[in-house]
């Protein structure tokens, strides 16, 4: 059996990518990869990779990360600039033995050493994004500019992949939350909250806000109960439900949080605390699918395929002019 799970409907094309490699034989590390890479090329994300909205600098600024389930190889970084494609540098960093997550210019360095493609990662869109909210933020609250708090808006692409001999790996990217201060790092860099991946146990990945994600290691609880037996579902559900409610009981209030898992048999698993979370899945039975998530409130998630209404609505939203750009 092989598959592919990916956060939001972003993940779409470049599961569809992914899973050309897997049918053919190819492996968990290369169908993500390529997987990731497309979601990043595309401008009209407003979170991923090239086009993607910036920090309170305007300056975007990227993390990624990559794990191989069977060698529990991570390589990751965190608030790199202007390369095209973070996710290959993290693949790349992952098979260093010591230095495999690298930050800023720190990454950026290797990545210019070892040949990777150099982008400016700003586009006019995404500054007239900036430019809007800036003008909505001082225009509502008088707030001047360095006291602005990082918008809500936010979305990591967070892929796991199985192939036809049992690996499964992990990898995420994202520019991380709109406005965020400079140097600000989110979950999706750091191995066991934003993702991770065990061939023998499943992998796991998460999106949300990031401060929250990280209080829960969530992507590893989710693998450890999948480790213990669980079915991803219920792994997922567990794993969002507690957290959840620990942050309200101790912190008054939880922060969006979602998940994708895998196990070693292609079995998949969701779950969200917020309404309607899309998240893609292909198998080997399975064509490549948009889901739409939502909780109950009894805990328990249910799913529906989205409409083809919902799927061209979505892609008229993202592409809509903003300012004739
Ligand atoms: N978790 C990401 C972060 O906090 C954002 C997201 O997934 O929506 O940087």
Redesign the pocket.
Known sequence: MWGMIG?WRMALEGIIEGAKILEKKGNAGDAIEIAIRQVEDFPYNK?VGYGSLPNEEMEVEM?AAYMDGDTLDIGAVAAIKDFANPVAIARRLSREKVNSMLVAEGAEKFAHKEGFERKNMLTDRAKLHYQKRVKELVGQTQTPLQEMKPYSG???V?MLCLDIKGKMTAATS????FM?KKG?????PLSGS?FYADSQKGAAS??????D?MRGCISYEVVRLMGQGLHPQQACEMAVNCLDKELKKRRGEAG?I?LVAMNPQGEWGAATNIEGFPFVVVTEEQKPTVYLLTRKEDGHCTYEEASEKWMKDYMQRRMAPINGV
């Open positions: 956060t979170s993390d936010h979305d990591t967070g994202t520019s991380g939350l965020k600000r790092v989110g979950d999706s934003g998460a999106t949300g806000l990031g401060e994600l969006d979602s």
